[in-house]
């Protein structure tokens, strides 16, 4: 059979000899014949010290190319024995930021991911053509536009077998500038603004505006309103209002900057990293300000005193009403051999996402990272193939197969377990037809026997902890350990942590809640903001609450077994922060452990990172001197009331008023006939 050698297609003389040419010699001279044109037989590889010599497939003559067989034909497109969306892409776009904007939107992160694997596609088809070409000595003038052309057809096929499209460039010019830019610098290539800059130039109040803001709003003596402030800041761009620094005297230039909408200048104002500040400066009440932006303590009342999976959905042989089975779907381990995952109903309607849910409830219960590879049936799955089962999300691998019973190992557990465990509880219904003459109906034993459903699914799960508590099949290489311990003991030491930022947006409960003063209310709990597995601190705080802060969120979170919150993110149209349980420890002193203390200090860090930012923001906004020189209205009737004179400034030079002590002096040299009655420290001892 041809095979790949190099990078390029060949067959060995030995399949050429004697089917095609009669002998070796004659192939010889057929190559020796062709060895300078651009047509015929070419040689790939001459036989020598023990390798033998190889023919380049596609210079065979047509009839014999069909009589081998070309092994690419069961290719339709060119591109689809290259393109493949990597585990290592995907992850890439899942954890990048953009400086100050964070991580990229679902739609961004999934168009980058398509593009990513067309690049690497059209660069090794390229790569192969041009080899393949000079091989056979052929121009290879026209091979830019047939590329292109393959590019665009692609569309047709990622459209009918991914569900997806590819954005590059429809040009040879623009492609080629991406394939260059990707070889070059990878993934990071194909993001638009990789570096924030565009939108950082996009937004809507710039630094300058942002300080006059502020200062309008917080650095005068009264406190006006977001439309005064938005009416001064008019002014200020018109000319008629003059904004000073007090400590330089130096005059804030309108030149450059936009004028600004209510709705902006109030969005602004009330934005949290803009309020922490402001708030500061004006709110003469502190109690209030430390409810609204300190995160506070919660302390307890003085008392004395935790490689691979298959999966399938099956039905057990027993009738919980006529007709009428319960829906199981499960999860094997295949090196163990143990059921880790279970759930039941009386249909497949919900059950598979209540199945993945229920993995990553056993998974954390046990302390222990989701599987890195999951093999699944297509027919509930494959919807769910570009969200949290895309290679990288939930599971590092996912393969999906279609009406293949055979390609998931799990169907050959479900034999033993039907016919060593199930046959044996009272209602177990046999196949009429079964090939085992053991495994049919029992003479006189055809009627349905109906028992109640909470009885099937209990006799069920008793089935899955006998198996589970068995021998492992393979004692040679597991000497008296049952499936359970294997699974336990024999973890793999490079799983990969539990992506839930990936997949809790697709499979958890959202809730809607908001963060206030650091603080996220769900379930009845108080959470903290963090990331990378704890909680947030310094800059990583400062950042997030930026973000989240005053704002309305989407919570995703999935309850654990015991009913309470294993994990909450965070999530708008991308991926923003992790949710910690707010740490409590005891109030009293004395009754205090060390974990207690931890906990203190965990607290104490989190409320002071925002306190000390607060300070921070506080002392940054200016003091300012506001000159109106808005031109008065002079009336053509003047209201007066009678014995009311108008004020006018006096014109006379300012008079220097003798001091305090001068004054004394005189009063008492006038009242006591030149006598002073004020005596020194010394005089009174």
Partial sequence: MPHEWNELLVVTIDELIPEYWSSYPVLKNELHRYKDKKYGIKRARRGCRGH???????SLPEDVRKAIGDPRKRFDHPLERYYEETEANYRFYEKFKRPGFGNLGQEEKERYRVNAAMCEALIQLNNWRRKEYKTLKKSTRGLNQILLSDAMSFQEVLREKHHTMHTLPSTWRGLNEKMRAYEKDGPVALIKDAKGTSLSNARKVDDI???ILEALFAGVEHK??????????????????????????ALFEPKGLKALSDSTVRSFLRSWNSSIGTSAKRTGDRQKLIQRFDPYHSLERPAFAGSLISIDDRQPPFYYAKGKRAWFYLGIDLASEAFTTWVSGKSKEGLILEFYRQMVRNYAQWGMQIPHGLECESSLNSSYRKSFLANGAMFGDVRIEANKARAKRIEAYFRPLRYGLEKKRHGWVARPTAVAEANQTQYGQGKEVILPYEEIVEGCL???????????????MYPGKTRWEVFVENQHPDLAPTSYGSFLPHLGYCTKTSCHAGIVKLQYGEWLLGDAGKIATGDNLIELMQRVEGKELNVYWLNGNDGKVLKAIVYTDRYLCELFPKPVY????????DKDKEKQSLMSAYAMTIAGYQKRRKHEIQDVVVIDNTPKHQPRIEFTIDGVSKYQASEEDAQVLPGLKDEMTEFENKENGGSSYLRSLKDDF
Avoid at 230 to 247: H, M, N, T
């Fill in 224 to 249: 006006p309103d977001a439309t005064e402030v938005r009416r001064q800041f008019d002014s200020f761009l018109a000319g008629y209002l003059e904004v000073i620094d007090p400590e330089t005297g």
């Fill in 586 to 593: 005891q109030r009293a002193v004395i009754e205090q452990t």
């Fill in 52 to 58: 033998q010599a190889l023919i380049l497939f596609d």
């Fill in 209 to 211: 505006s942002s300080v």
């Fill in 462 to 476: 008793r089935d899955l902890i006998t198996w589970n508590n068995t021998l492992h099949s393979d004692q040679e």
